[in-house]
């Protein structure tokens, strides 16, 4: 693709859709930010109508059902949204020999323990209902043909939204003494460094050729507890307030969630050249954000 690009961003108000918006400061190319009041994207003719009429080239999907829980008890909605609407997006999208860069989850692998970082091609065994509905978008995409980057990413926050960073600081400003899981361990992301990492990805123009499946979360390990301790600590709460260590079986949850899920990144890291902040490192620019 050469020339000004129409690129359409869905779900824009969401964490990573919020991102996208701030960081887009320079980009040569026209974006346009819709959420569901713009835009329905479960509804397939009017995603089509609106794609043909913007001149719309690339699509970056930032709506989802995120809900876990609530996915549970919710099941039509979320495969609604977080399979079905892909779909539309994608073959919407193939008739105009446009692009999709979809946004997944760590969710689409199951709750069974590893202990090496999970790669893209890694055999996926989701739990629960969010990650049934995540990874059925995902074949839904490749089904299509459309040229298409699905980004898997974990743990997501931001200064926007409903997110545990913003939960831990809500909690320590309300009790005491919290208790936070450590049987569960991953990496976080911050959303700014995705949206940074797309639009660079988007403005060198090398997605084209890279079409693929790729994971990308911050770097490094931690559990839930070890990252409610560093926010504890970069907020100033640590010396009065307590954070105990517990296990998954002390919150009862009707979602299995991934016992261990850090993403590989060796993929999106050789194949874009991207060099990713390490976890702790990016927390710090989120609570200065906040």
């Known amino acids: 693709m050469s020339g000004k690009l129409n690129i359409l961003v869905t779900g824009s108000e969401g964490q990573l859709g919020s991102s996208l918006r701030r960081h887009i400061s320079g ?11 713009e835009l329905d994207i479960t509804d397939e003719k009017k995603v089509k109508e609106y794609v043909v009429s913007n001149n719309i080239d690339v699509i970056i999907n930032c709506a989802a ?46 709750g069974e323990l590893v202990n090496t970082p999970i790669k893209e091609d890694a055999l996926t065994y989701p739990t629960g209902v969010y ?43 309300q009790r005491d003494e919290i208790k936070v899981v450590l049987d569960q361990c991953g990496t976080p992301t911050y ?13 060198s123009r090398k997605f084209e050729g890279n079409e693929g499946i790729y994971h990308y979360s911050n770097e490094g390990v931690c559990s839930w507890f070890d990252f409610a301790q560093e ?10 307030k307590k954070i105990l260590p517990c296990l998954s079986k002390d919150f009862p949850s009707k979602v299995i969630r991934p016992a261990y899920s850090v993403l590989d990144k060796t993929k999106v890291k050789e194949t874009f050249g991207i060099e990713i902040p390490y976890w702790s490192d990016s927390l710090k620019n989120c609570i200065r954000e906040l």
């Open 27 to 37: 980009n040569k190319d026209n974006f346009i930010f819709t959420d569901i009041n």
């Open 65 to 110: 059902f995120t809900n876990v829980e609530a996915a549970e008890d919710n099941p039509e909605k979320a495969f609604l949204l977080n399979g079905e609407a892909p779909k539309f997006l994608a073959e919407a999208l193939r008739e105009r020999e446009g692009f999709l860069i979809h946004i997944s989850t760590d969710y689409v692998f199951g």
């Open 131 to 173: 990650g049934i509905t995540k990874l059925s978008g995902e074949e839904n995409i490749i089904k299509s043909g459309v040229k298409s980057i699905i980004f898997r990413t974990s743990w997501l926050y931001s200064p926007y939204g409903n997110n545990f960073v913003k939960k831990i600081i809500s909690l320590l400003n």
């Open 191 to 203: 959303s700014g460094d995705l949206a940074k990492a797309i639009l660079e990805i988007i403005s």
């Open 231 to 240: 926010i504890a600590r970069l907020s100033g709460f640590t010396e009065r």
